[in-house]
């Protein structure tokens, strides 16, 4: 059992830059990404009785994001409120003096959005988060054909968006 | 030889066995299409790779950070025996500007003044010998006596106890805007560190459980062997003089 102390609270600030990268990867904005890891340390802390010691931490805190992150979605959903203005105006790197790779960011953030959650949370473990198909299917709980299905959706889905001009792009803009 | 995109891209992953990575290419060597649709996610994948990289390499908010160091202190199990720290009493500025060792010296003879059998004659609470800072007075009362979480004479409040690879203790301690790592060495506590407390998520009234500086947590951790000590441990140490020393 997971137990307090100032090692567990290093450790756990040692992960947030991961955190905020994840949690940017599932809301394309900023703020909203931000109080997705806030509400994902304060679960973490108050279920430290849940963290099994000797596993994983990071692993664990990318589940509890995972859950707040499909709980946060659904409650909007009902509210009939949208996750991500199409205008939103800041995109990641936006302070990026490079107007090419600005224009390209902001091409993955809207197709990133365009994904199913499974599908964006696949690819936001394993491709932005670089977690290996066993870790990830252990965040998700789910049978490791089941993550490489949705990685493999996801990744086409992103792909034919990224390259517009491609052969198999199912759509163009 | 037709591979599917979820093999193509477990390649790209490197998440196929020995022979399959080795299978996979050599199709790709021999087959024009095969590779340009492996260039495209690729392609793709960098985008989406670099994209969000930078969000990892970005200052984390402070008040994420806090986030970790505070929640964890409300729920820390004494926290509601803890009493207040420093009340807003008026007559202190509650937040002062502790820059110097001076400061935190005034401040804990103020303790020593209001709360103490000893009144002037009570040695300074903090001192040098050599080139080392000594804690003596209320401080060293409170890091050899006091149990972390209670607070006693002299606002003195002891945060955590720890031992560390070398054998001995330390003790983190704080005393209103200020918080300090004391380490025993030979009988005395040797104070290595201080650090002002981050400015209050706690609202006016700083309380015991206020969130330790970064700086401190971090000294804290390159020190410590395993656990803090357990009320128990750390009562078995209190009676041993922290390390059996009989001083």
Known sequence: MGKRSARLENEMIEYLPRMRRFARSLSRDAADADDLVQLTVERALTRLDQWQDGTRLDSWMYRIMKNAWIDETRRRQRQGRHLAPPEAGESVGAEDPDFDKRIRAMSVERAMATLPDDQRIAVGLVLVEGLSYKEASNVLDVPMGTLTSRLARGRKALEAQLNPDSVEAGHDD | ?247
Do not use: K
Request: overall charge negative; glycine content about 10%; hydrophobic content about 45%.
């Open chain 2, 1 to 247: 030889m037709m591979i599917d995109d979820e093999t193509l891209i477990a390649f790209l992953d490197g998440e196929l066995d020995e022979a399959e990575m080795e299978r996979i290419a050599v199709a790709i060597d021999a087959d024009p299409a095969l590779t340009d649709r492996l260039e495209r996610l690729q392609l793709s994948d960098q985008a989406v790779r670099e994209t969000y990289q930078p969000i990892a390499e970005e200052a984390v908010p402070d008040h994420l950070i806090a986030a970790v160091r505070q929640a964890d202190r409300d729920t820390a199990p004494d926290s509601e025996t803890v009493l207040p720290f420093q009340r807003p009493t008026g007559d202190r500025p509650s937040r002062p500007a502790w820059q110097a060792y001076g400061a935190i010296a005034a401040s804990l003879v103020i303790g020593v003044l209001i709360g103490s059998r000893f009144g002037l004659t009570e040695p300074a609470p903090l001192h040098f010998e050599g080139d080392r800072l000594l804690a003596g007075g209320v401080l060293a009362t409170a890091l050899d006596r006091q149990a972390a979480g209670a607070v006693g004479e002299g606002d003195t409040h002891v945060q955590l106890s720890f031992a560390t690879d070398a054998g001995g203790y330390c003790r983190a301690f704080q005393q209103g805007g200020t918080a300090g790592l004391a380490c025993r060495e030979d009988g005395r506590w040797v104070v290595e560190l201080t650090a002002p407390v981050p400015a209050g998520s706690n609202g006016p009234i700083r309380t015991a459980s206020t969130a330790l500086p970064t700086i401190l947590l971090e000294a804290v951790d390159a020190r410590i062997a395993g656990e803090t000590l357990d009320a128990e441990a750390e009562a078995a140490a209190i009676e041993n003089g922290w390390s059996g020393d009989p001083d």
